[in-house]
């Protein structure tokens, strides 16, 4: 248990289909994180949430679209997606000021038929 | 983009073996960060270091802030089974106001009993 909760853990979709991926974090953070992992490549930061406010979104297409009501839960809402967005989608969370260490959710595994 | 070098890619270990992996940047890292992944879930973290030369301990796990500020290693000692894994170093760098972390691509670690 690390304090950062996914929801779902396994999602199949469409490419027409709209969905959702849901995070909430019970650390306290102040920072929360989306980011992709994909077969043989590093860690890709998509976006950062800063005190609910979107401070960083490393080139994301459109059809990912992120939501952070407030400090606690994180959402990637998703639409029309391509097979290549398959992959696994972990959200995190760190206090800024605290060494910015963050911590991982259990990921949500995403394929796209 | 920020290059961070991972080694080795994989590694295959008896039982008991003591195992040592090393991350590389070109750049220099203020904070640097060692996580394990277990398949199908997120990354763990199990060290965080600081400051440059810092020698942190978590049980059989030891990695050190390398005095340079471009290297970490992690050192497992006497491993066992649940040891399987992939571990991940990340590193931050040094002055920025960026969020983003620098992901390795990780060291796949097989026990063989």
């Known amino acids: 248990e690390t304090g950062v909760t996914q929801t779902p853990r396994h999602l199949v979709m469409g490419m027409t289909n709209k969905k959702s991926l849901k995070c909430e974090q019970h650390?306290?953070?102040?920072?929360m994180y989306w980011y992709k992992q994909s077969a043989k490549k590093p860690l890709e930061l998509m976006f950062v949430?800063?005190?609910?406010?979107?401070?960083e979104n490393n080139s994301v297409p459109s059809r990912f679209s992120p939501e952070c009501p407030n400090s606690s839960h994180l959402f990637l809402h998703l639409h029309t997606l391509q097979p290549e967005d398959s992959a696994l989608y972990l959200c995190?969370?760190?206090?800024?000021?605290?060494?910015?260490?963050?911590?991982f959710g259990e990921g949500s595994w995403l394929t796209v038929v | 983009g920020q290059q961070l070098n991972q080694s080795p890619q994989s590694m295959f270990i008896q039982e008991g073996e003591d195992v040592s992996m090393n991350c590389t940047s070109s750049?220099?890292?203020?904070?640097w960060l060692w996580y394990k992944q277990d398949p199908g879930e997120g990354p763990v973290l199990l060290i965080a270091?600081?400051?440059?030369?810092e020698l942190t301990s978590n049980g059989r796990l030891t990695a050190q802030f390398g005095i340079t500020r471009k290297d970490s290693f992690l050192n497992i000692s006497a491993s066992i089974p649940s040891d399987v894994g992939i571990y991940f170093c990340?590193?931050?760098?040094?002055?920025?106001?960026?969020?983003?972390?620098?992901f390795g691509k990780g060291t796949k670690l097989s026990v063989i009993p």
């Open positions: 750049s220099i890292f203020n904070t």
């Open positions: 990340a590193g931050q760098l040094q002055g920025a106001g960026s969020y983003q972390l620098t």
């Open positions: 949430y800063s005190l609910e406010e979107r401070v």
């Open positions: 650390l306290g953070h102040n920072a």
């Open positions: 270091l600081y400051k440059a030369g």
């Open positions: 995190a969370s760190s206090q800024r000021g605290s060494g910015n260490t963050i911590y």
